[in-house]
């Protein structure tokens, strides 16, 4: 892994197989796609179904602002022959030197450990110097709380969520990576 600062606001982050990098307009179409899909939309809490025009610009632009509370990676896969995006991570800032960390992987690359290797980077890179990590995943969604375990995340407790493409509270694990 590699970190490379294109900007001092975000790093593009590299990997074997990937490289993570700030998400640019012309990820616009490619998010849209897969954020079209349904089984999608119903594992996020903030993704509605169905998508929505403008959604997708509207995201890339709210991460791309100078003044942002979330950084967002698309996950590059092109220096390997992929594609542009096949999935996105994000770091949301939070009060006390932490973050929320959120992640997708397009269906084409579920189950090739490309979510781990994401989160792995991301954590390893620590492009905000936070002291603590946090992230929350629908209980119906146990491959995405494996993928935080792998990564070193520690389970903290039972909670629950509003999923806007379900349109219902949905209950979720809540897991803890102290960076210290």
Known sequence: MSVNILNASQPVVTTDRFALRPLRKS??????????????????STVPHPYPPGAAQAFVERVSAAERDEDAW???????GGPEVMGVISLKRMDRNQSEISYWVAPPFWNTGLASDAVRALVNANPLGNRTIFATVFQDNPASARVLTHCGFEYI??????????GANVPTWTYIKRMD
Do not use: N
Request: glycine fraction near 8%.
């Open 27 to 44: 990820d616009m179409g490619l998010i849209e796609h897969y954020m079209s899909e349904q089984r999608m939309a119903a594992m996020t």
């Open 74 to 80: 698309a996950m590059d896969g092109t220096a390997d």
């Open 157 to 166: 407790g039972d909670a629950e969520s509003f999923s806007v493409a379900r």
